[in-house]
């Protein structure tokens, strides 16, 4: 099938305006979350380039289908950085092609780091897109703080392209880190690791990461902690961290920067999956409840970030949503399939009003479907999964 | 401003509706009494008053639930109302409304510091929020000025921010999960003790909605704890370009402060002559205020005052101990009552693209002279949402709509720079009819519809938020 590529969004929006079958809204196809679906592909990926950059404002603009890689390299060059980290799935979904800042967005992509700073969501000050009849919308603005008419900025992030196509972003950019240091635990069990993150999070020192990976195959379980400032504040912390975490253990502390770089970009990429068969699920719980919701799902392999907010499961191939999703009917939290077969129950099913709410405002988005059908949809086809 | 009349039908259904409501709820949780409905007749925007049919005020959701059923059923309008310091009219009733108010609801639900975060009712203050996890080092980090009156539920519906949202966000980025009633009595629940709710974004959606998609009644909100410690540096420029380019400057330079305030010549004299916190006299004052350990913070200011240097500063002045920090915030948290004093005010919130700093401030000097008004401008200038003060004297005809035009040219202008009408304190009545300048047809037409999916009679808070033109059609379908 043909790749629909439109070149602006005045093109965009007429090819909308005009079509009578559905699409499959992709970016740069990195991120095929939900599995193959029907229609046409429509890729943002020509709607392209960084329109307005303001380092001392801490602002972006750029159109949707902006190479990630293009806007990172910016940033870097001033010395900033996308604070919320998204990850890259290339290497854990199989996937090849350029993500796109668009695609981060529609996905709410956040890797380590939001566990400090927020989420993709909390970054983005402005949208524009073009909705299910054609019609170009702009929402909230490129100033930090707007509050002027409903933020459909929040509700465009992570609806993964089903209200509409984004075009164009405006986003909040910070400070990169002078220098980033490592505090380490090891051969905790689960349920202590989140307790020492927890308190690690639950301190002054500004944890940017806590994170841990359960030992197995390749070495003892590793308890991660990032501090990132100027080397004197990240020494300063680390040293109070490693008092208040005395009791589990002898806890090391790495300052090499590539080295720290490195372990959390193996961590924010899911690095110990690549290559490894079986679904991959992304489950967001209260921390403290993360590692008896493990437990309870023998079979898998854990991997816990955001102080155990996070919990990446490593599953065998085929396992039933309905299985995943068990323990979080006691707990709370949501789970949704990154990597799988295609098919329903990919995202976390919806009480009724909310699935309701959620279905009304699709229809005033899309009101001829036409817009990823099939994906993020209501309870009615996922309750059959 | 205008409110649309009210419906003869509506007020035609009181007697019945408050026997309804009287039914449902316990007697004391129903004001119908015009004598006492007139407490409720206006938020902080004082200009305008009009005291609504009645006033509920439920004492848990289940009570909210059936007080919203009732008046769903007989096509009420609700205006739902936090603690009412609202400066944009979010919660002004119209006569044929019913106040539903979420005073009593203020309870703490659940504290967990291990998971981070707190549970309340949202008739809870803000402050208070802080107050109930303090003793553990804790604290909630959105702090709006109002934050001793105001409630957390409105909080929630105008999204607050205050000085530290450069480092902490603002109500959206704490919110973690809510309670919400809507118009018809159905309680849903959005998010919760994880991060980032399943399906769409509803809670970002909600946050800032204005009390129009539905009421909420309790909120999962982050707590962190407290820095070890905060100081700030105050520094004076003898041009506002200067001082603009100084706050460029810093936050180019990797230095993520907590606060950037600033006060321009009117305001820094306005201060001086109330607080006599010692101020220099020049044309802009940044107030630059770092946390962390003593070590931290020394290293901070030590960067963030050899940026200052080299700006020329005329006044350079490190805070080294509490009591210096607490002479350096006297001025600068004095800035409303001075100007209260001197004579009647209207605060302004547009927001701009920190870059537009300067045009932006000469702008509205030559506008002040235009108008015949004075102005005076204190903001957090890291963020660029700017807090223009305009002294008018109330008593004087002619002078509160020669205010109110200024201050409408000065959003316009928020708007043509690129920023956008209100930063923090919502649209209410007081900006509703400016949104053509910001918004398209099209961009209002789909937050119009939004509403229709929350609340398709238009009955929550109808005549807020859009133009009453551009809503007019769905407030009359629903009458």
Redesign the interface.
């Known amino acids: 099938m043909k790749t629909m590529e439109p070149e602006s969004e005045a093109e965009l929006a007429a090819i909308l305006a005009g079509a009578e079958a559905p699409f499959r809204v992709q970016g740069g196809g990195t991120r095929p979350v939900g599995g193959a679906r029907d229609g046409v592909p429509l890729t943002t990926r020509r709607l392209s380039g960084i329109t307005l950059y303001?380092?001392?404002?801490?602002?972006m603009v750029a159109r949707a289908g902006t190479p990630l890689a293009e806007i990172e390299a910016t940033l870097a060059a001033?010395?900033q950085r996308l604070a919320f980290e998204p990850m890259d799935h290339r290497g854990l979904l199989g996937t090849s092609g350029e993500p796109t800042i668009g695609g981060v967005f529609a996905a709410?992509v956040?890797g380590p780091r939001?566990i400090q700073v927020?989420?993709a969501?909390?970054f983005l000050l402005g949208v524009r897109f073009v909705?299910g009849r054609g019609?170009?919308?702009?929402?909230g603005?490129?100033?930090?703080?707007?509050?002027?008419?409903?933020?459909?900025?929040?509700?465009m992030?992570?609806?993964f392209g089903t209200?509409g196509v984004l075009t164009e972003l405006s986003f909040k950019v910070?400070?990169?880190a002078?220098s980033a240091g490592t505090v380490e635990i090891t051969g905790q069990d689960d349920a202590s690791a989140i307790?020492a993150l927890?308190r690690a999070?639950?301190?002054?020192f500004e944890v940017s990461g806590a994170a841990h990976l359960p030992g197995g195959g390749d070495g003892p379980a590793r308890t991660l902690i990032r501090l990132e400032?100027?080397q004197?504040?990240v020494a300063?912390r680390a040293g109070r961290l490693q008092e208040a975490l005395a009791q589990f253990g002898d806890l090391g502390f790495d300052h090499d920067g590539e080295a720290v770089a490195g372990i959390w970009r193996d961590l924010r990429d899911l690095r110990r999956f690549h290559g490894r068969d079986g679904d991959v699920w992304r489950l967001?719980?209260?921390?403290?409840d993360a590692p008896g919701i493990v437990a309870a799902l023998p079979g898998s392999e854990a991997i816990y970030d955001?102080g155990g907010?996070?919990v990446w499961l490593l599953v065998p191939r085929g396992t039933a949503p309905a299985k995943i999703r068990t323990p979080l009917a006691e707990t709370?939290?949501?789970a949704?399939r990154i990597r799988g077969e295609a098919g329903g129950g990919t995202?976390?099913p919806?009480?009724a009003?909310?699935?309701a709410?959620?279905e009304?405002?699709r229809r005033?988005?899309d009101p001829r479907g036409l817009l990823n059908p099939g994906l993020?949809d209501g309870p009615a086809q996922m309750a059959s999964d | 401003m205008d409110m649309p009349p009210p419906n003869p039908a509506i007020l035609a259904r009181k007697s019945e509706l408050v026997a309804r409501l009287h039914r449902a709820l316990p007697s004391d949780a129903v004001i119908s009494d015009p004598a006492e409905t007139r407490v409720y007749e206006c938020d902080a925007l004082t200009a305008y008053k009009c005291a609504p049919m009645a006033v509920v005020l439920p004492g848990s959701t289940q009570e909210v639930a059936e007080a919203l059923r009732i008046c769903h059923e007989m096509s009420v309008p609700v205006v739902p109302r936090g603690a009412g310091t609202s400066l944009a009219g979010g919660a002004l009733p119209s006569a044929d409304s019913v106040i539903l108010g979420v005073a009593r609801l203020t309870e703490v639900l659940e504290t967990d510091y291990e998971n981070r975060f707190i549970r309340v009712q949202t008739g809870r203050t803000n402050l208070s929020v802080t107050g109930a996890v303090e003793t553990e080092g804790f604290f909630y980090a959105p702090d709006p000025s109002s934050q001793l009156a105001c409630a957390i539920a409105g909080n929630i519906a105008m999204n607050s921010g205050g000085a530290h949202c450069l480092k902490y966000g603002v109500t959206t980025n704490n919110l973690m999960g809510v309670t919400m009633v809507l118009m018809d009595g159905t309680v849903i629940e959005l998010g919760g003790a994880h991060l980032d709710a399943a399906g769409y974004d509803l809670l970002g959606l909600i946050c800032g909605s204005e009390g129009q998609l539905g009421v909420v009644t309790e909120a999962t909100l982050r707590i962190l704890h407290k820095p070890e410690g905060a100081r700030p540096v105050l520094i004076g420029f003898d041009s506002n370009e200067v001082a603009g380019h100084c706050v460029s400057d810093i936050i180019k330079a990797g230095v993520l402060p907590v606060a950037i305030e600033f006060m321009d010549r009117p305001c820094i004299r306005a201060c001086e002559a109330f607080a006599g916190a010692g101020y220099p006299d020049c044309e802009a004052l940044l107030i630059v205020e770092v946390e962390g350990s003593d070590a931290e913070i020394d290293e901070q200011l030590e960067t963030i005052i050899e940026i200052a240097r080299a700006h020329d500063p005329v006044e350079l002045r490190q805070s080294n101990s509490a009591e210096e920090s607490a002479r350096i915030w006297l001025g600068r948290k004095s800035a409303f009552g001075a100007m209260g004093q001197i004579n009647d005010y209207m605060c302004l919130d547009g927001t701009i693209p920190v870059s537009q700093l300067p045009h932006v401030l000469k702008r509205i000097g030559e506008m002040s002279g235009e108008f015949g008004l004075d102005v005076a401008n204190v903001f957090h200038a890291g963020d660029g949402n700017m807090h223009p003060l305009i002294l008018f004297d109330a008593n004087k005809p002619g002078d509160l709509e020669r205010c109110e035009a200024f201050g409408a040219a000065i959003l316009k202008l928020c708007v043509e720079v690129g920023g956008c009408l209100t930063g923090e304190h919502g649209v209410g009545i007081e900006k509703r009819d400016l949104m053509i300048d910001q918004y398209a047809p099209e961009d209002l037409e789909i937050q119009m519809a939004v509403k229709d999916v929350f609340d398709p009679g238009w009955l929550l808070n109808p005549a807020k938020v859009f133009p009453l033109q551009s809503s007019a059609a769905r407030r009359d379908a629903a009458a």
């Open positions: 303001e380092p001392g404002a801490l602002t001033e010395g709410n956040s939001r927020g989420a969501r909390d909705d019609q170009v919308i702009r929402n603005g490129r100033v930090m703080k707007n509050v002027t008419g409903y933020d459909l900025v929040k509700l992030a992570g609806s209200l910070l400070p990169g002078k307790t927890s999070l639950a301190s002054p400032g100027s004197g504040s300063y967001s719980v209260k921390p403290s955001w907010g996070l709370g939290g949501h949704t995202f976390q919806l009480p009003p909310v699935a709410l959620q009304g405002l005033k988005f993020m």
